[in-house]
């Protein structure tokens, strides 16, 4: 499988050697508690397939969901995107609306790359 140049992900960001079917291989950043021997609630991961950065996905676990959590983080950026004249989020976070009881999963602060 082709990489993306260094320079399209992260700097953090590392090959975790999962490649999905159909979607493609899988970046986490190698800071996330996760890989550190703590247990797995959220993350940011990135994906790719053919050299492309294809996609950016928040993973979570029902049990955070359910924690209602009010959280939000610091979208990692590359170096350089491969697609230019895009917006590009620079965060993302989680939210339980009590009122629509509702799980809410969100990207923003939008950026022109």
């Given amino acids: 499988m082709i990489e993306p140049a260094p320079r399209y992900l992260p700097a953090d960001y590392i090959d975790v ?3 999905v079917p159909q979607m493609g291989k899988h970046w986490v950043d190698r800071h996330s508690p996760e890989l550190n ?3 797995f609630t959220q993350t ?3 994906g ?3 050299g492309r950065v294809i996609f950016f996905e928040p993973m979570y676990t ?3 969901l359910q924690s209602k959590p009010d959280d939000t983080f610091d979208l990692k950026q590359p170096e ?3 697609q230019k004249g895009l917006y590009y ?3 993302y976070g ?3 609306d009590a009122d629509k009881k509702e799980y809410v999963i969100w990207l923003d602060n939008m950026q022109l790359k």
Avoid: A, C, L
């Fill in 17 to 19: 050697q999962v490649n």
């Fill in 37 to 39: 021997g703590e247990k």
């Fill in 44 to 46: 940011m991961i990135y």
């Fill in 48 to 50: 790719s397939y053919d």
């Fill in 62 to 64: 029902v049990e955070y």
């Fill in 80 to 82: 350089e995107f491969q």
């Fill in 89 to 91: 989020p620079t965060r």
């Fill in 94 to 96: 989680f939210y339980y």
